[in-house]
Structure formats: structure tokens, C-alpha cells
């Protein structure tokens, strides 16, 4: 034990109402919000209550000007990279997998639930092919085979958005 002398505040409802809040705001607001770790540290030298701990951690994450202020956790995003200028059709596409909404028909089963929407970004022309229930990478690459790349050939570029079908390792 440290020797210092604390004052002990009881554990009932009506002083963690009043008097805990209210050190617990004093000592937060004249930190300057700072983190939990600091302003438990500075209530604990002066200060003793049953779960001061769990409690500090909570007004502390519950604060509205330290959410509003609060420093990201995250890398700053790379800089933008411009898509490039197109010159010719069907060079660069953009691709996408969208969900048809459920239809339940008692006489038809349902045969597809998604759709591979497929745009030039030249022409803005659209190719929908409707998926079915469950389809592969494989299933992918004939499709492919059969309706686009017949007519339009093989683009130099396709711009996605890295759905789990193409990130996912078996």
C-alpha cells in the first residue's frame, strides 16, 4: 500500500449519482478530456469508491466532446488514382454482383438470386446476366466465355469491388 490517504466515497445509488459524477466530470473536464487512464489515475490518488475502475472507463468512453474529438485509429488513405482516359469500347469495364430480391412462387422454385451487372465504361453499355443460387469462380469464367468475351474480347481493364468470390482462399 502507498500510505496516502483517500477519501472513500460509499457505494449507493444516490452518491454514484452525485458526488461520483460529479468528480468524475470535474477531474475529466480539468485533464482536458484526457484518456481514461489519466483520469483514473488522478481521481485514484485522491479518491476511493467499489469499482472506480469500470466506472471511470465509462464516463470516459461516454463523453460527447471526447467523441466528437476523438483521434482516428487508422492509417490516412493513399492518394487517389485517377481511372484512365478510355479511347475504344469494351477495353475497360467495370464489374458488379447485385441481389435480386427474394420472389416466392409456389410453383416455380427460385432459380437465380443475383445478377452480374458488366458496364463499358466507354459507352456506358450494360450487360445483366442473372446468376444462379449458388455460383463459382468457374461458373464465372464460362459465362464470361460464352457472352462476353465472343462479342467484345478481352478488356484491358476491370475495375471491381473486391467481392469474397475472388478474395477468398480455399
Known sequence: MDNQVRLCIPDSEACKVHIKNYLLD????????????KTYHALASHFYWPNMVKDTFEYCHTCQICQLTKQS???????LKPLPILESPFMHISMDFLFLPQV???????????????V?????YTIIIPLPIKYTATQLINFNNTFIYPF???????????????TLKD
Open 26 to 37: 470535474t477531474i475529466h473536464k480539468s485533464l482536458g478530456h484526457a484518456s481514461y487512464n
Open 73 to 79: 485509429t487508422q492509417w490516412p488513405y493513399g492518394l
Open 104 to 118: 416466392t412462387n409456389k410453383t416455380m422454385p427460385l432459380l437465380y438470386d443475383h445478377v452480374w451487372v458488366i
Open 120 to 124: 463499358d465504361r466507354f459507352s456506358k
Open 152 to 166: 467484345f474480347g478481352l478488356p484491358q481493364d476491370i475495375v471491381t469491388n473486391r467481392d469474397i468470390l475472388f
